[in-house]
Structures are given as structure tokens and as C-alpha cells.
């Protein structure tokens, strides 16, 4: 595989992982302060968590392990947000869960 292959794959690696979070947390909701709760909300880092354990079975076509690509996506995360700290960030009281998901979304579409 040639190194432009391979950026693209990781490339799409990381948008998928940045989908599935974001698709968690429209689907079963956002919160701030904890990584899950008993109703199913997660904050960001809980999202990308979760959405990373569908991923962890099956890894990218070319080898690269699921943790990695989960830490290619925080990275990117934080060049979306400006923040290093993105607990943080997704835990600042004027936080909305529509920033969240689109910072996902950003991530997502290849931010």
C-alpha cells in the first residue's frame, strides 16, 4: 500500500470513529461531568470510547489498532475545538451538546 493509500484509509479511519460518536450522542443523548450515565448520555470522551468498542474487533483495513485511530481523533478534536483539555472543554458550563456533535461532525467530514 502506497503512503497515500494509507493516509486516506487512516483518514476515513477517523471519520468513521468521529460518525459513530456522534451518531451515540444524538441517539442516547449528551452529558457533562461523567463519562456515561445510568440513561445512556455520554460526553465526548465517552463517545468516542464507546464508539471506538465497535472498532476494536474489526481493524482497519490496512492494521492500523482502533486505539490509535482513537487518538488520531482526539487530536483532530482538539485542533477543532482550540483546546487541549477537551473534558474540559465539553464540561464548560456554556457547553451545548449541538457543539459537541457538530465538532463530531466536523471531525467527522475531515475537519
Known amino acids: 500500500m502506497s503512503e497515500e493509500e494509507e493516509r486516506l484509509e487512516t483518514d476515513a479511519a ?3 470513529l468521529a460518525a459513530r460518536a456522534a451518531a451515540l450522542l444524538r441517539e442516547e443523548g449528551w ?3 461523567d463519562f456515561q450515565r445510568e440513561d445512556g448520555s455520554r460526553c465526548l470522551a465517552g463517545a468516542v470510547l464507546d464508539a471506538k468498542r465497535d472498532i476494536d474487533v474489526i481493524r482497519t483495513s490496512f492494521g492500523l489498532p482502533s486505539r490509535d ?5 482526539l487530536d483532530r478534536l482538539r485542533r477543532i475545538t482550540g483546546r487541549s483539555l477537551l473534558v474540559a472543554w ?7 451538546a449541538a457543539e459537541v456533535i457538530a465538532a463530531l461532525e466536523r471531525a467527522a467530514s475531515g475537519g
Open 14 to 16: 477517523i471519520r468513521d
Open 31 to 33: 452529558c457533562q461531568g
Open 69 to 73: 485511530v482513537r487518538f488520531m481523533l
Open 90 to 96: 465539553n464540561d464548560d458550563e456554556d457547553r451545548t
